[in-house]
């Protein structure tokens, strides 16, 4: 995928004119890039991940093909407390199927966003996963955990082929 890919999987999901937003478990900040683009110039990122040096490449990338994003990079595990700002929205783009227990994340997540926020989780469209994707989530059963999580409206934004797992899909889920 490049980075006209990750910007229509985010596309339908993220209102135009900029908002507080995090990217938990952004990596190497693909997808923190297309929340910038989408973001505009009046747009604030948390990009959230573990990984130091995936990190400080995500950065890099987001300052020099968006330098008025205002971006905070947080070396952190979303699976534990945060300090954000309430957010306007959050993206979990490849990060939820790392994690067998899916709703205590979404719970927390819920509670850092304000009441008319938004997740969009990018994930494979499957249920079967692998070592590199262990715990995938299809779109019929992301509607469900969702739903649980107390999210609502949730909607399937796009999908894309992916040669790892077949198909990958973005869902917008409001919270509710």
Known sequence: MNHSDHVRLLRGGVPAGGGVWADLGAGAGA???????????????????????????GERAVRSRFPETALHVLRADFTQPLDLPPL????????LHFHRAKEPILERVRGMLKRDGR??????????????????????????????????????????PSRFLREIYSAVSDNG
């Not at 306007?88 to 990060?95: L, Q």
């Not at 996963?129 to 019929?140: D, H, K, R």
């Open 88 to 95: 306007d929205g959050v993206v979990m783009a490849n990060s």
């Open 31 to 57: 997808f923190t890039l297309a929340l910038a683009d989408l973001l505009g110039p009046a747009g604030t990122i948390y990009a959230v991940d573990r990984d130091r040096r995936a990190l400080v490449q």
């Open 119 to 160: 997740l969009i989780v990018v994930e494979y469209n499957t249920e079967r996963g692998n070592q590199w994707v262990p715990y995938p989530v299809s779109y019929p059963n992301w509607e469900a955990l969702a739903r649980r999580a107390g999210f609502t409206r949730t909607r399937l934004l796009g999908r894309h």
